[in-house]
C-alpha cells in the first residue's frame, strides 16, 4: 500500500504522521510532502515524537511535486483547514481523507510550553493515524488476506473432490509437488493426495509417545505417518481449514478405527492445541 500524507511545510505534522505511521506499518510505503517544503524537520517534532520512541531525525521535507505522476492508495492531508488552504494533489490517488491538526509550528512561549503543543498535536495524530490504521490498512490486509485463504481453500477443496473419482486429481489447473510416502511406515493410500512438498516426519524426529499436531493435514497422509512413530501411547492432531479434506480425513480415520488420531478445522484453535502438542508440522497459508 503506498500512501502520501501532505500538508504544507513538511516540517511537523506530516512529518510526526509519516513516522508514525511508518513504525506502525513498515511494510507499507509512507511518504510525506508540503507545497512549501521548510529546510528541516521541526527539532521540536523530532524531540516529541522521540519521547513515545519513535525516530523521525533522518525524515526530509520534500517537495510535493516530486511525487505528481505516482500512484496512491491514500492521500492525506493534515493542514489546520480552519486556518489553512490544503494542498491539492493532482497525481493519481484512490482515496482522498483530510484529518485536520492545528499547526504548532509557530508556537511560542518557554521551551517547555512548545513542547507541550507539539505534544498536544503528536498525541491527536496518534489518535487519528490509529484509527485509519484499524478502519482502513487493517481492514484492507484482512480482506486480502481473507481472498487469499479463499482461493487455498477452494483450489484444495477441488483436489479433494477430484481425487475422489480418479488417482490424482485434476491437476490441470495447477502444480502439486509430490513426494513418494508408499514405503512409510502408517502409510494410508486413501490420505495420499499426492500433495507432499518434502516429507516433515522425516527430519521431526517424532518419538513414542509424542502428541504431534499438523497444521494443514489435507487428507492425512502426514498424520497417518506420525501416528505410526508416535505408537499407541501418543497422539496425533491435524488441523485443516478445507471441509472437504476434513471430510476425507475423518472417513480414513473411521475406516481404521484409530483411535488416538483426529481432525479439526480451523486455524483459530491452533492456540489452544500448540499448549498441549510436543511437535508439530505446518504447510498452511498464513
Ligand atoms: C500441501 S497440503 C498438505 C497436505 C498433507 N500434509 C499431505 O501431505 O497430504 C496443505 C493443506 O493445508 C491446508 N491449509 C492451508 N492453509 C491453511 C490455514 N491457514 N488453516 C488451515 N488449513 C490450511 C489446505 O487446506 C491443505 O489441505
Redesign the pocket.
Known amino acids: 500500500m503506498r500512501i502520501l500524507i501532505l500538508c504544507t511545510g513538511n516540517s511537523c505534522r506530516s512529518q510526526m504522521a509519516e513516522g508514525f505511521l511508518k513504525h506502525l506499518h513498515p511494510e507499507h510505503e509512507i511518504f510525506s510532502a508540503g507545497t512549501n517544503p521548510a529546510a528541516r524537520v521541526s527539532t521540536h517534532a523530532i524531540a516529541v515524537m522521540k519521547e513515545i520512541g519513535i525516530d523521525i531525525h533522518s525524515q526530509i521535507p520534500e517537495n510535493v511535486n516530486m511525487y505528481t505522476g505516482q500512484n496512491f492508495d491514500y492521500l492525506i492531508t493534515v493542514c489546520d483547514n480552519a486556518k489553512q488552504q490544503c494542498p491539492v494533489f493532482t497525481g493519481n490517488v484512490k482515496q482522498r481523507l483530510h484529518m485536520g491538526f492545528e499547526d504548532p509550528y509557530h508556537a511560542t512561549g518557554s521551551e517547555e510550553e512548545i513542547l507541550n503543543i507539539y505534544r498536544k498535536v503528536r498525541d491527536q495524530i496518534v489518535k487519528e493515524f490509529t484509527e485509519f490504521s484499524k478502519n482502513h490498512i487493517q481492514k484492507a490486509m484482512k480482506t486480502a488476506n481473507d481472498g487469499l485463504?479463499n482461493i487455498?481453500?477452494e483450489k484444495?477443496g477441488n483436489i479433494a473432490k477430484s481425487s475422489s473419482c480418479c488417482c490424482c486429481g485434476d491437476t490441470s489447473t495447477y502444480t502439486v509437488f509430490s513426494d513418494d510416502y508408499k514405503q512409510k511406515e502408517g502409510y494410508v493410500k486413501d490420505?495420499?493426495?499426492s500433495?507432499?512438498?518434502g516429507i516433515p516426519t522425516n527430519d521431526a524426529a517424532i518419538k513414542k509417545g509424542d502428541t504431534v499436531l499438523?497444521?494443514?493435514?489435507?487428507?492425512g497422509?502426514?498424520c497417518f505417518v506420525a501416528r505410526a512413530l508416535v505408537g499407541s501411547e501418543g497422539k496425533v492432531i491435524g488441523?485443516?481449514?478445507?471441509d472437504e479434506?476434513l471430510e476425507k480425513a475423518r472417513k480414513n480415520v473411521i475406516k481404521l478405527g484409530f483411535s488416538n488420531i483426529r481432525f479439526v478445522k480451523e486455524?483459530s484453535r491452533i492456540c489452544l492445541l500448540t499448549v498441549t502438542a510436543s511437535m508439530w508440522l505446518s504447510?498452511?497459508?498464513?
Open positions: 485463504k487455498v481453500k484444495y490420505a495420499d493426495l500433495l507432499g512438498c499438523d497444521l494443514g493435514s489435507g487428507a497422509n502426514d488441523l485443516d481449514f478445507t479434506m486455524t504447510a498452511i497459508a498464513y
